[in-house]
């Protein structure tokens, strides 16, 4: 009786799984501590919410004078359904108080997935930064209470 054998592309595909699993953190987590005295940390907080079902977390980095009337489960209907996604920061243009971010967004494949450049508006209030307009992915129209 013989021993089944592994085929020979089994090895490099699991490893090949494995560089996009730790590609596609190492996009979201970063290095270090994001800060939310910046645009791009408080940006960066509130996708991570997103991404690991932490609506909570994402609600904190919500404009609260933009989204008044709107809590954590209202993200949670329309961004529970989200595949697993990887961000990369394309750019950033500050203005008087405000910056728009330019993500790429990449869909279920990592660095195989198809980007979709995303702009997600950034406003300073107290020291902190905050997501506002209407940001991915896109609630705030449904948010049980109203805007």
């Known amino acids: 009786m013989t021993t089944p ?9 699991a490893l090949g ?8 953190v190492a996009l979201i987590r970063g290095g270090g501590d994001p800060d939310p005295a910046t645009p791009e940390g408080a940006l960066r907080l509130y ?10 977390q994402a609600y904190r ?16 209907q329309n961004a529970g359904f989200v595949d697993a996604f990887t961000a990369l920061h ?7 108080g405000t910056a ?23 406003v300073e209030r107290d020291g902190f930064w905050y997501v506002t307009g209407d940001p991915w992915p896109y609630f705030s129209w449904n948010c049980r209470r109203g805007n």
């Open 5 to 13: 054998r592994i085929p020979q592309w089994v090895v490099p595909a």
């Open 17 to 24: 799984a494995l560089v996009v699993i730790l590609g596609a």
């Open 47 to 56: 996708l991570e919410g997103i991404a690991s079902g932490d609506f909570e």
């Open 61 to 76: 980095f919500l404009d609260p004078q933009g989204f008044q009337g709107c809590d954590p489960e209202d993200i949670e």
């Open 90 to 96: 394309r750019e950033t243009r500050m203005r008087d």
């Open 100 to 122: 728009t971010i330019v993500m790429d967004i990449r869909f279920d494949g990592g660095f195989i997935g198809f980007p979709n450049e995303m702009e997600f508006q950034m």
